[in-house]
């Protein structure tokens, strides 16, 4: 930013004392939404981003066969109507590059542009508690302050590198798979090894193996496994969806899981005779989640109706791999741990992958545990792969660690890594006390759901307690203490009543059981979105009285 755009933002400021009136880090979803809702209520925003281009986790994931897992449709912001009749998916899942230009064009579209800094990395953000504001600083030294610090860097963006030894010692390309090189790698002819075997490596292996030498994935924990059916998007459905759109949005935020889909309300896989189940699982395996969510009411509330999905979900992915043995380590059942307990992936391909002979499974959990990475490949129990490339598709530190990759200090120079170190308290995913006037973005303690749907239901609480701030003349806002208290009780004990509790054996990233510097714990409100939105939206009603307002003079 010039010296121009510099004193331009200052003299647009309310308060005149702060370069802009919001800071926002992340020009993803997150950033988007931000730049249009506080630019609408009057404020100054600046979004800072260290990518080269705006995209957020589409800017970053650019690994072969990166696509949303969502259906294009419905995994865009609602905020304009035009831009849902004007822009144009071109297929049911969009890829990475696709989802990345509709971002691009929403910024053209809107105008965005002069409200975005690119290449910009921030290492520290800090609350001045003398001047009620908070000071960001760059990379290189640049300090900028605002009156809002927001945090749009997603749930899913701070990756987990293993501590693997001999790590250092490996000749060829070894990076995360968001990570993956922006100026590309020739794995044409190569030999590719794959540490982790989530949804990242789902989608990367059926692209890699059509040019590699061949793919060698090492893995941990099967995943279910759902279908994605791929299609082109149609004049014909492309019209339908247009005709409806302001019904399908009504859908999303009305979902426990943010998606349009429909409820098969009243309707129970206990409740119905076997052939009729039967019947009802094989017409809805059209892909997508909407297996799960509109076959019967009570899949990820029952056990025993969860073990009847897992099992009719794990009978449909052997039908897939010709080898017994390999289907075997690839399927999980209800007694390795229950449907959803961990983000089930959809599968472009990945399970038939497995029917090629370059393309091969090493089970690193009961078999043959990894002993080390060498100069030229990996090391396990039973012997040594060699590789010209390795993967790692070993996940995120979920929820909390972008928040605390860079220290970013409250009252009393607290960070949030300090504060969070043994429970990741909040209040709604959107503030923590000790941090005035800062916000987050789906941060935790937030649902796992269609990320532009909480991310807009999200922006749309800050932006209405920023404006109650600014029209009531008021400076701080503290998230108390006691409503933290609240939220975390009462998200620990949905929690309880799921199938993600204790006694069911789950060991998911969505309780941050995959880190080693932290105990696991509940980073995810599992008591539906639909029923979160309305908290934020009931919140707000009543005057965010889970926030005390002050003035400074």
């Given amino acids: ?121 921030i290492v520290e953000a800090r609350y001045l508690e003398d001047r009620g504001i908070w000071q960001v600083t760059t990379a290189t030294g640049e300090i900028f302050t605002c009156k809002y610090f927001i945090s749009g860097m997603g749930m899913i963006s701070e990756p987990l590198i293993p501590r693997i030894p001999g790590m250092e010692r490996f000749k060829g390309p070894l990076f995360h798979s968001s ?21 990242t490596t789902v989608q990367m292996v059926p692209v890699l193996a059509q040019t590699a030498a061949s793919v060698t994935v090492f893995q941990r924990t099967p995943n279910y496994i759902l279908p ?58 059209t892909g997508s989640f909407r297996w799960v969510f509109e076959t019967f009411d009570d899949l990820l509330a029952s056990p025993e109706a969860n073990r009847m999905a897992a099992d009719f979900i794990g009978a449909k992915m052997r039908e897939r791999v010709r080898d017994p043995h390999v289907a075997d380590l690839l399927t999980p059942t209800f007694d390795d741990y229950p449907l959803f307990a961990k983000r089930p992936p959809l599968d472009h391909g990945y399970l038939e992958a497995f029917n090629e002979e370059h393309v091969h499974l090493v089970d690193i959990k009961n078999d043959q545990p990894l002993v ?31 928040l ?41 303690q937030a649902p796992f759901a269609n990320l532009p749907t909480s991310i807009e239901q999200n922006v749309i609480w800050i932006t209405r307690c920023i404006t109650k701030m600014e029209r009531e003349g008021l400076d701080l806002c503290r998230p108390r203490r006691e409503a933290e208290e609240a939220w975390t009780a009462q998200t620990a004990d949905i929690h309880r009543q799921t199938l993600m509790a204790e006694g ?10 995959n880190r080693e510097d932290k105990p696991p714990r509940v980073l995810i409100y599992f008591g539906g979105a639909n029923f979160y939105y309305d908290a934020l939206d009931a919140s707000a009603q009543k005057g965010f009285p889970e926030l005390s307002f002050e003035k400074r003079s």
Wanted: proline letters at 4%; a negative charge; hydrophobic letters at 40%.
């Fill in 1 to 121: 930013m010039n010296a121009t755009d510099t004193r331009a933002a200052k003299a647009q400021a309310v308060s005149g004392e702060v370069d802009f009136d919001a800071i926002g880090i992340g020009a993803g979803f997150a950033g988007i939404a931000l730049i249009h809702y506080l630019r609408e209520a009057g404020l100054s925003v600046r979004i800072f981003d260290r990518a080269a281009e705006v995209g957020g986790t589409w800017a970053w994931n650019c690994y072969p066969g990166a696509a949303t897992d969502s259906e294009s449709y419905y995994y865009c912001l609602a905020f304009s109507k035009e831009i849902l009749q004007e822009w144009s998916w071109t297929k049911r899942y969009p890829g990475r590059e696709e989802t990345q230009k509709y971002l691009q064009f929403v910024a053209d579209k809107c105008h965005m542009w002069p409200h975005i800094q690119l290449n910009t990395e």
């Fill in 179 to 199: 990570r993956w090189p922006h100026e590309g790698l020739d794995y044409a002819s190569k030999r590719v090894g794959i540490i982790g075997a989530g949804a």
């Fill in 228 to 285: 994605a059916m791929q299609r082109d998007m149609t004049p014909e459905w492309e019209r339908e969806i247009k005709q409806n759109y302001e019904a399908i949005i009504a859908k999303c935020r009305n979902h426990v899981f943010g998606m349009a889909f429909d409820s098969p309300v009243g309707r129970n896989a206990l409740d119905t005779p076997p052939k009729e189940r039967q019947r009802i699982f094989e017409e809805n395996w």
């Fill in 372 to 402: 080390e990475i060498t100069e030229t490949g990996i090391r396990t129990t039973k012997g040594h792969y060699e590789f010209d490339i390795i993967v790692l598709a070993t996940g995120f530190k979920a929820y909390t660690g972008a």
């Fill in 404 to 444: 605390e990759a860079f220290p970013i200090r409250g009252e009393g120079g607290q960070t949030l890594a300090q504060k969070w170190k043994t429970l990741s308290e909040c209040i709604m995913g959107v503030c923590t006390s000790g941090f005035p006037n800062m916000f987050m973005v789906t941060g935790p």
């Fill in 504 to 513: 069911y054996k789950v060991n998911s990233w969505m309780m941050g059981a």
